[in-house]
């Protein structure tokens, strides 16, 4: 049965098996690791992935896709909202001993932010992540200080993962074509992070490119004062030019003014 793309969901249909090749090999993945895929679709990642697993775990919203899966005796079939997937628990599901959980997927662009904020709650249990995503929310996801695309998802990011961008992805190679490019990103956990209250970082950062215009005196500044802060920290810069390093000090000196 053909199956139409659902513009609900966010379908678009990996059909380049060129591209299909460079994250397989991107990937890299190894018998007997635990994975898990989001958004398998019409498998095109998903079959040789599997090939070189043994045993692959999926999430799946669309029924019928998810039904199409399920025919398959090495997937595990999870049809659920990503969203509201306990990660945690499922890497105790599906991971044998000290070994962590594999995540990758083409994710839906309609809700990629929120995908990996989600992901970062559980990114103590998780080895790598390789997700496909519009090349604009990869760029922001990388980006250095001092440059326009350098942002809150920037240094929440950079804060847990290492990433970089691994393979550019052009419209053609899905069906239907997105009208943006795509990116593959590799993200790997720190494994010494900054100990901070990931609430307080993710309010700091946010007041700070409220108004990325302004220099930080009028936005962070203020926001600072109100909460008693009395360290040195140089307000007379725009929120793009503070580092990632300064802004994990920073929560880290705020969680005990």
């Known amino acids: ?124 249990v998780i080895e790598d992540q390789h997700f496909m995503l519009q090349k604009e929310v990869v760029d922001r996801m990388v980006a250095s200080p001092s440059t326009s695309d350098y942002g809150r998802l920037s240094v929440m990011l950079q804060w847990r993962y290492a990433m970089e961008n691994v393979l550019l992805v052009p419209p053609q190679s899905f069906s239907p074509p997105p009208r943006v490019n795509s990116a593959v990103v590799r993200m790997v956990p720190h494994a010494d992070p ?24 009028h936005t962070l500044g203020q926001w600072l004062a109100a909460r008693g802060f009395s360290s040195a920290f140089d307000v007379q810069r725009r929120a793009e030019e503070v580092p990632v390093a300064e802004y994990l000090a920073l929560a880290q000196q705020a969680a005990v003014a």
């Open 194 to 217: 900054v100990a901070l209250d990931v609430r307080l970082l993710g309010e700091l950062v946010q007041v700070a490119f409220s108004q990325r215009r302004k220099l930080l005196r």
């Open 1 to 124: 049965m053909k199956h139409v793309p659902r513009k609900r969901f966010g379908q678009h249909f990996l059909i380049d098996r060129g591209i299909i090749d460079g994250i397989v090999r991107a990937i890299a993945p190894q018998a007997g690791q635990a994975m898990v895929e989001i958004g398998p679709g019409l498998a095109a990642l998903t079959q040789p992935l599997v090939e070189r697993l043994g045993h692959l775990t999926v999430i799946e919203l669309d029924r019928d896709l998810a039904r199409q899966l399920r025919q398959h005796s090495q997937l595990g079939v999870v049809e659920a909202d990503v969203l509201k997937v306990d990660f945690i628990q499922l890497a105790k599901d599906t991971c044998a001993g000290v070994q962590k959980l594999r995540v990758v997927g083409n994710l839906p662009y309609n809700i990629s932010t929120p995908i990996l904020f989600h992901l970062l709650g559980a990114v103590d």
